[in-house]
């Protein structure tokens, strides 16, 4: 050992040659390194609701989609992930602590955003809600210094103006639709004018009462009347609907089927009518003839329907006893066959 030293460690490791590393294996090690972190940072994962901003030192220069994609490595290239598929939303006068089946609401007041002016100087509470997109990722990130911020004002603004062109009663009862349409159009153009990059999806009112509790009563009352009265119309409408076109449909059918009768009951006659012109042209033609094919065919339609039959001979006189069977209860016809005479005389006669 060289010269008396207090801490042996240190001497030993003074004494100890340390091992040469070669200069080749450093230089493989810093370039495993460097190629181990540009993999770490080259790839990136957008998720499927999600649009990238890539900016390269700052400068914006392209959007990604959804998947695996690739930028340059070591920070020269940064990734900003936006929310471009999903609808959000911003509330006014009143706000949500637990969405839910039954959704909680914060018992807290915000006058400063709900209280408006209506156009006879009446104030109402006004309450609504914004549902909007962001639409254009890269002015959303760059156009405005806080876009959320933005369209809270602009909102406010937008209701505010639309709300001071109507009058209370308007407000409150029927041109809440007509006033959000309104103001969703107002809005959108503050939007684009402060190149947020939000695209408004729907304004909706939840809930417009007077301030005063008990002015809020009466109006409450008023609208609920309203409500019924719209409610009785449309049932009304819906009745009408229903019964009308069922009585114009049970009317044209049956004016089809009395049309249809009539068209039968006209081509019956037409064809009975030609049937005996031509009947009776071939009668005038061999009236013996068409007088025997006439009688012939009427016994051919008679004498299926009768039970018994009875054949004399016109030239030799015959009783009609020998051939009835009385214990039966058989019984002529009252109507005799041609040449015959009729039961009731042949009856008399038996006697």
Known sequence: MRGGSNDPLRDLFQDTPLPRVPRGLIVIA????????ALLTMFYTVEADEVAVVQRFGKYVRQTGPGLNFKLPFGIETVRKVKAQRVLKEEFGFRTEEAGVRTRFSESEFPDESLMLTGDLNVADVRWIVQYRIADPVKYLFGNRNPRKALRDAAEIAMRTVV???TVTEVLTESRLEIANKAQEKLQRLLDLYETGLRVETVKMQ???P????????????????QEKAR???????????????????????IAKAEGYAINRI??????????????AEYQKAPDVTRRRLYLETMRAVLPAVKQVFVFDADQPASLLPFL???RGDRLPEAALPGERPLAQQRGEVQ
């Open 211 to 226: 301030p005063s509790e008990a002015v809020k009563r009466a109006f409450n009352e008023v609208n609920e009347a309203q």
């Open 30 to 37: 810093i370039l495993a390194l460097l190629g181990l972190s």
């Open 267 to 280: 081509n019956a006659a037409k064809g009975d009518a030609a049937r005996f012109t031509a009947l009776l």
């Open 232 to 254: 009785k119309i449309n049932e009304a409408l819906q009745a009408y609907n229903q019964a009308v076109p069922r009585a114009r449909g049970e009317a044209e059918r049956t």
């Open 325 to 327: 069977d009385l214990q």
């Open 164 to 166: 001071g062109d109507y």
């Open 207 to 209: 809930n417009v009462t």
